[in-house]
């Protein structure tokens, strides 16, 4: 069970404040529950750990592994909830280097549709130079601009590469069961295509094919991320203090209302970093609304104690910290003998890089908690396949719990509209006149 420790938050908040939100974080896990909450029509997330068909999860992994076979490289086209999280996966337990030395058998995973940048364009042209690769486009709503650009233009490089009817066994659509363009496309282009369960909305959607056909060309196994969830679906239903999701979502809100405004989610894993960008966005968006929600950043230890570190220890005092820690790595490393102590480091020698970890995250949060940053840690675990689909559900969980204490539909996202509505307008599409 991922352990929530609130040891280190009670100089913001006190005991009497927790115990008096109970009701309403008891009333959040309710309406999620039991679905009378704002979005309600968005909940089919919480049952994706268990509601895979057999025939849907064989038709992933067989997929999964004509795209091993037969690709040197996968690029996966699409943005925000449509990719964030299976690179979160990919990353932690793969490392942000994972593409080094792979190819056929093992593909590089590259992602596109995620910009609007030229440089990156022709990089990934380049990178694809040569290379035999498959596309996945993922789009819940099927007409996403950037994705549908990026779409455009890999098709063509497939077709002029493979010819139409080769290049047709190499494109893979999940979307929409039945609606929007995507859908439309995959049927009449005959591209073998994975479905977005209707309810399920796009940052909520990792557990479906959206994160699971990724994570399987990774050479992720699927049914072990699916089973971590599943363990979670229980265990995280508990109706007390007892349950760390309740301890999360709560304290949350409280730094919330006595101004901590922004919350920094800090590992001490590189890995991590991109899982740090699916809690930003899953966060952000689910709780960025009506004037309200926290400003959610991710950030990197020890890396960032270098870049951030000041500002967290002495700026302006509207933060709070919430740091993820994993098990260390079975595999050890020990820092060797040096040259005359020259870099003063033998104190340190024949002692492992986790024991140092261990030291710098206990002086780090020692540190913030005296600069006055309450700091709630988060113990995951080792870090496998189980972890990574117990993370996912859990925290969709704390969000959708967190969402509803703060009176906000976690499961809508309007203000993203609105920059469309202008930029189509810019460009002249049809029905966007000024
Ligand atoms: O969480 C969301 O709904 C969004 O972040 C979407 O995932 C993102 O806008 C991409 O949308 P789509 O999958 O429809 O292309």
Redesign the pocket.
């Known amino acids: 069970m991922i352990n929530v420790d609130i040891s280190n938050v009670w100089g913001g908040i006190t005991l009497s404040d927790l115990l008096a939100l109970e009701k309403e974080v008891a009333a959040a896990h309710e309406q999620l529950a039991d679905g009378t909450g704002a979005g309600s029509e968005f909940l089919g997330w919480k049952n994706l750990p268990t509601r895979q068909s057999r025939e849907e999860l064989e038709r992933i992994q067989n997929a999964a592994r004509r795209i091993r076979e037969n690709s040197e490289v996968f690029v996966i086209v699409?943005?925000?909830?449509?990719c964030l999280g299976s690179r979160a996966a990919i990353e932690l337990l793969q490392g942000p280097n994972r593409n080094l030395g792979r190819g056929r058998g093992d593909p590089q995973i590259l992602f596109a549709g995620n910009s609007l940048s030229t440089r990156h364009w022709n990089e990934l042209c380049r990178l694809l130079e040569g290379k035999d690769f498959s596309i996945a486009i993922i789009?819940?709503?099927g007409t996403?601009t950037e994705?549908a650009i990026a779409t455009r233009a890999l098709r063509w490089v497939l077709e002029r590469r493979y010819g139409t009817d080769a290049a047709r066994e190499r494109i893979y659509a999940v979307t929409d069961p039945c609606a929007g363009a995507l859908r439309q496309m995959a049927a009449q282009e005959g591209w073998e295509s994975f479905t977005i369960p209707a309810d399920v909305?796009?940052?909520y959607s990792v557990l479906s094919p959206v994160g699971l056909l990724p994570m399987a060309v990774a050479g992720i196994d699927i049914q072990k991320v699916l089973g971590g969830a599943a363990g979670a679906v229980e265990r995280y239903d508990l109706r007390s203090f007892e349950n760390p999701a309740w301890l999360y979502a709560a304290v949350r809100n409280l730094l919330y209302r006595k101004g901590k405004a922004v919350e920094v989610l800090a590992s001490f894993e590189p890995g991590f970093q991109r899982f740090g960008a699916w809690w930003q966005?899953l966060f952000g968006?689910s709780e960025g609304k009506d004037g309200k929600g926290l400003f959610p950043v991710a950030v990197e230890f020890t890396a960032d104690l270098h870049a951030l570190g000041q500002l967290i220890q002495s700026g302006q005092r509207n933060l709070f910290e919430t740091m993820l820690r994993f098990e260390p790595s079975p595999q050890k490393c020990t820092i060797g003998s040096g040259w005359n102590n020259l870099d003063g480091l033998s104190y340190l020698e024949g002692k492992t890089l986790d024991y140092v970890d261990e030291k710098a995250f206990l002086g780090t949060v020692a540190a913030h908690v005296d600069g006055g940053v309450p700091v709630i840690t988060m113990e995951c675990g080792q870090i496998n396949e189980e972890t990574v689909g117990e993370l996912f559900w859990f925290l969709e969980l704390c969000c959708g719990i967190s969402a509803y204490i703060l009176g906000v539909n976690p499961f809508d996202?309007p203000g993203?509209e609105l920059y469309k509505r202008n930029m189509f307008t810019l460009l002249g599409k049809p029905g966007y006149v000024e």
């Not at 699409?78 to 449509?82: T, Y």
């Open positions: 699409g943005i925000g909830g449509s789009s819940k709503s996403t994705p909305g796009g940052r966005q968006e996202q993203v």
